[in-house]
């Protein structure tokens, strides 16, 4: 039932709670209390709403690009206004530390103005009949980019705000209406950045904001006849699901990762080994972009594994509120994952180097050392703050177990030598390479991509406001 803490989702048009007045209950991992409830809509309602935004969708295309950006520059104006707000609630929600959740939203603001005026800068194409063999002068072809339609947006729990965002900003500036389906946790944040969007002036109905229980919603969603598009954030495993069900239809997926991080004999191992525990801890693990696994070559293990130890052990951890690098995780199942991981990897003969200590879903940054392929953390990806090392003997060892994989997201070569580090960046099968450097998804207008099992289509603004679109050709015959 809706209480006091039920915050209200914008459906048909309007600031509301669900007809059955069911909610779904949303705790905060750190604190393990209820911070709020979000309404649990059914199919029914959901139908209905989207019909709606089916329909205003004909309109919001029919306004010039200017207007549209306007409204979407007021939105990032808004967002920065409250990002002390926002911010507090994505900590909250997600206990991600402080000064991270604020950041996020700064930086959200600052990708919605790149979209817009990247969107400015799309242009239409002019073709000559005549140039192809035969064709004829008296033909003229308008090429001009027209939306698709409805997209179905749906954001991880890790970033609630700047993933969803990056989904809403590139549709909305292109002329699409928006089905927003947050994840449970990080509901409430999302509503907020959805607040403050329709505080800019963009018309309610234009985004239905799919609220509920995803056992319920979820597949009538992705194969709901009137969406035109799917771009997703999240597991790998759903991943497969939506592109499975949806037909017909374009998909962006950005799913998981085992981002390796390859160190050569020659590389800076101060350098490297920052840049390894900031890529590898920074929001507890819980990001598709973490650094998953070192391959390192052997001669040089031992004074890389003495430099990690000695980074991951000033690393904070404790509460969000506190700033803290290493906090909860976002549940129980999450913590208890990686947890088997850790668990496993021992009783196979792995080292534990540092870590190992665990507080409910609190777990203590962990290096382990001496990884062998036969250990399930070489292999699977730990969504938590853990990181193998695994000891190679050549940079062909390194290639080949980097790209054994199943995932490839992204990965990382250290080596004081450029060709060389290009050389294996050329032969590893991921969306792209840090040379010197960790694994991360920005500079945001950058093409962000997986291969494999970590995704389908290309991210990155540019990529963002081109997938939404369609090409839609006008022939002039004079």
């Known amino acids: 039932m809706p209480t006091d803490q039920t915050v209200k989702t914008l459906i048909h048009g309007e600031w509301n709670v669900s007809s ?171 509503i907020k950045m959805v607040e403050a969007l329709i505080d800019a002036g963009l018309p309610k109905e234009l985004i239905t904001i799919a609220t509920g229980r995803g056992s319920v919603i979820g597949d009538f969603l992705v194969q709901h006849p009137s969406v035109d598009m799917i771009t997703f954030t999240g597991g790998t495993g759903t991943g497969r699901h939506i592109s499975e069900l949806s037909s017909m239809i374009p998909v962006v997926l950005e799913l998981g990762g085992k981002d390796p991080a390859i160190v050569l004999e020659d590389a800076d191992l101060d350098k490297t080994a920052k840049e390894i525990v900031q890529g590898a801890y920074s929001y507890s693990g819980q990001r598709c972009t973490a650094i998953k696994r070192v391959l390192v070559k052997d001669e040089i293990a031992d004074e890389l594994a003495g430099k990690i130890q000695a980074q991951v052990d000033d690393l904070s951890v404790g509460m969000p509120e506190d700033n803290a690098t290493i906090t909860p995780l976002i549940n129980q199942k999450s913590a208890d994952d990686v947890q088997n991981l850790i668990d496993d990897a021992k009783e196979k003969g792995a080292t534990v180097v540092t870590g190992d200590k665990r507080e409910d879903n609190l777990l203590y940054p962990t290096l382990l050392d001496h990884v062998t392929a036969d250990m399930n953390v070489a292999w699977e990806e730990p969504f938590g703050p853990v990181l193998p090392i695994i000891r190679v003997s050549d940079q062909e060892e390194a290639i080949r177990l980097a790209n054994e994989s199943e995932y490839g997201l992204q990965a990382s070569v250290f080596s004081k030598d450029t060709e060389r580090a290009i050389s294996i960046a050329n032969r590893l099968e991921v969306g792209s390479v840090q040379l010197n450097a960790k694994t991360e998804r920005g500079p945001d207008h950058f093409p962000f991509l997986g291969v494999k099992a970590s995704g389908l289509g290309v991210q990155g603004i540019q990529e963002s406001l081109l997938s939404v679109v369609r090409d839609k050709v006008t022939i002039i015959n004079m």
């Open 20 to 190: 059955s007045h069911k909610t779904v209950d949303i705790y905060s991992p750190h604190k393990n209390e209820l911070i709020g409830q979000v309404p649990s809509l059914s199919q029914e309602e959901l139908d209905a709403s989207i019909k709606s935004t089916v329909e205003a969708q004909v309109a919001w295309e029919s306004k010039s690009i200017q207007d549209r950006g306007d409204i979407l520059k007021k939105w990032a104006d808004i967002l920065e206004e409250r990002k002390e707000d926002i911010g507090h609630a994505i900590m909250n929600e997600v206990a991600k530390k402080k000064g991270s959740a604020v950041s996020e939203v700064t930086r959200t603001a600052d990708y919605i103005r790149y979209t817009v005026e990247e969107a400015f800068r799309l242009d239409g194409d002019v073709k000559r009949g005549d140039g192809f063999k035969g064709g004829s002068p008296q033909k003229i072809g308008m090429v001009e980019k027209a939306p698709l339609g409805t997209i179905l947006a749906i954001g991880p729990f890790n970033y609630p705000v700047n993933l969803s965002a990056s989904k809403i900003a590139p549709a909305l500036m292109q002329g699409n209406s928006v089905i927003f389906k947050p994840a449970t946790q990080g509901a409430i944040s999302g």
